[in-house]
């Protein structure tokens, strides 16, 4: 299989077929994907579907800023906002996060499409935390993460 992003609408793609997607492709394969032309394009939209994947009644009263850095030349950056189990995305705005993390892109997509777990990239030291940590060990039980 050789990942084509020039060809997947993701627009129109489940969460569950992006996670066999992910799960289907080659490190190497994600790799090259994430450097070229439709990085941006997939982070936008793996992002902005983040407020339609929170579990309200998980997230509860939790209200925090989290900074998510995607490395990479150029690394690319977002501010999740949870606020009494509503979720929002979009550019920093400056804010001081609760919870700063930061990961290569191809770890990315594997913990948001439900082909890897935080805590393994995190022992691994391919997700970083920096501030609230017990947020961090919890993020993913707040959201509704596809299965391949």
Not at 1 to 11: A, E, H, K, N, R
Not at 38 to 45: K, N, Q
Not at 132 to 147: C, E, N, Q, V
Request: hydrophobic fraction near 40%; aromatic fraction near 6%; charged fraction near 25%.
């Amino acid at each position: 299989m050789v990942l084509d992003l020039s060809t997947v609408d993701f627009g129109g793609m489940t969460p569950e077929e992006f996670a066999r997607m992910v799960k289907q492709a080659s490190k190497g394969e994600l790799e090259a994907a994430m450097r070229g032309p439709h990085r941006r394009a997939v982070l936008d939209e793996v992002f902005g579907r983040m407020s339609s994947r929170l579990r309200a009644e998980r997230a509860g009263t939790l209200s925090a800023v989290i900074r998510w850095t995607i490395t990479g030349e150029p690394a690319d950056e977002y501010e999740q906002v949870i606020d009494s189990g509503t979720c929002t995305v979009g550019a920093p705005t400056g804010a001081a996060p609760r919870l700063s993390i930061s990961t290569d892109p191809v770890s990315f997509l594997k913990l948001v499409s439900g082909n890897a777990s935080g805590p393994a990239l995190f022992m691994t030291r391919k997700l970083k935390l920096a501030g609230d940590l017990a947020l961090g060990a919890g993020l993913t039980s707040y959201f509704d993460i596809p299965k391949a």
